[in-house]
């Protein structure tokens, strides 16, 4: 009777000692791309020669 229980709970106890890693894995992911974002130069669009003549 207890082997038979401890069976039944084993992939519970898997599951919650993976948790945390699972977690950290997650919570690294988002900290590198948000890095990485931070790290992009977005260039303003240049005006077009026509509108420059335009404005002159």
Wanted: net charge neutral; proline share 9%; charged share 20%.
């Amino acid at each position: 009777m207890k082997m038979q229980q401890d069976i039944d709970q084993d992939p519970y106890s898997v599951a919650r000692q993976l948790r945390p890693v699972v977690i950290t894995v997650i919570v690294a992911k988002l900290a590198v791309f948000a890095l990485l974002m931070t790290t992009i130069n977005f260039q303003a669009p240049l005006p077009a020669p026509v509108e420059i003549a335009e404005i002159r």
